[in-house]
């Protein structure tokens, strides 16, 4: 036993290790096994969709996609009312604060603030915590009004780059929108791509200077930025058990605010977004072990802008599944001609690997577990999405989470049976329950899998 306790646990180190080796920006919250098994070492990314000639045919009106209307219009009208504004290389507005550090190129990517050509209150334009209940289009102006200011830098030296990535850095402290003075090496640019995975984004251009104004700073966040000897996991709970929200946090995460002082470094916004989310959700569901499980079967839901979520709590240890369901002419499905149906779960110890996912399973996984935290209630969760044609484009990984958040936060239809609480759930989903179950692992598990409960439960009667 202990020979095969020393092979498991030198496997394990050499898991974590890995994850150090092949992203070490990550090193910062990659502090056990657990960590290191919800991110995603490979780095693959989607190949662009090869079926772009079909826009050129269509041209908009045909709708030869299956969609109800034309996502790339959608993005060229939003981009079309802010495009006046960035005829020049200078430009002045106030920053939500908005940062984006890319992931290409690593260790050497570009990074630089996010800042619309507008004074005043922008706060809203980067957050998307407030933007449940927007029409597409409003969504789509704030994205595309942020212009991305980008500076070479290396992300294991986030505090020897100079005076515009400290700068950027600062400006991710602030408790609100800070003014700025921007100064680009050419016009910013933005084209107009075709791909249906390139999420909303506005222009882009080298930033030739960055000037901040006076700016208020966030005690909490200060407060974890300045304490060197904090690793990055425990500063990114502490804040968000302080009602700092997750945007907040991931910003200043991105920029290389948290961790012991010499190991800090900048992380991809792609990747930080995930490691926010998988840090939270795993604090959440150690404390949701802990508690006794509910008594009844659950089912929560919400819709917004194509997606439809419902949600699924059984009286069971603690288990959980993701199943998303994708129609022909959604985002990652738009030249299929069948349902498109894929998932991740996890038993009761958790993940081995990163969810194929991606990004999406932590973030619905944060808010599941925070949910039944609060509640201080344990329970197995299946949360089932189905995206329709009229999901016309990706927005990111935070449509999500705050559908599921919604969700969570409105009244559940409560069951005596679990068959009773499916039987509901595929009453509105235009899915059977056979391509659910084919496609997914633990909900299958559920329905089919005997238990000792229930053996007992029948001598008993």
Known sequence: MRQLKSRGSSKRVKLVKKVRKVAPYLAPVVDGVEAAQDLDVTMQTLSPDSSQTRCLVCKGGKMLC???????????????KIKPLLNKTDLEGSSPPGVFVGRFGYPKVYAGP????????????????????????????????????????????????????????DMTLASGPVETEVMFKKRPRRPLRLESEVQPMGPSAMLEKFVLGTMKG???????????DLKAAPAIIDLYDNDVNLTKITRAFSMGSFGIGPN??????????????????????????????????????????GDHF??????????????????????????????????????YKGRTTYASIGGCYYAVRAMATEHLAKERRQASV??????????LMPLGVWKCREIVREALQQPYLHFDTREQAIHYMMSDFKIDLKSWIEGGSLLARQLYQRRLTDFISKSKN
């Open 382 to 391: 299946v949360v089932l999405r189905e995206s329709r044609p009229s999901h």
């Open 66 to 80: 299956g969609k109800s209307s034309c996502p790339l219009l959608h993005r060229l009208y939003s981009f079309l």
């Open 114 to 169: 996010l800042v619309p050509p507008i004074i005043g209150d922008t706060s809203i334009y980067d957050s998307p915590e407030d933007w449940m209940y927007l029409e597409l289009n409003q969504i789509l102006e704030y994205r595309y009004s942020l212009v991305r200011g980008m500076h070479r830098v290396t992300v294991t030296e986030p505090e020897q780059s100079g005076r515009i990535i400290d700068d950027t850095r």
């Open 264 to 305: 800090r470094r900048m992380v991809p916004t792609r990747w930080s977004i995930t490691a926010v989310d998988s840090t939270v959700g795993r604090h959440f569901r150690s404390k949701v072990k802990e508690h006794p499980l509910i008594n009844e079967h659950r089912v929560y839901e919400h819709n917004f802008l």
């Open 310 to 347: 419902k949600i699924l709590m059984s009286p069971e240890a603690w288990s959980y599944e993701l199943c998303e369901a994708w129609f022909p002419g959604t985002s990652w499905n738009p030249s299929g001609h069948h349902v498109g149906i894929c998932s991740d779960w996890e038993p």
């Open 218 to 228: 966030h005690r909490r966040l200060e407060r974890a930025y300045e304490d060197r």
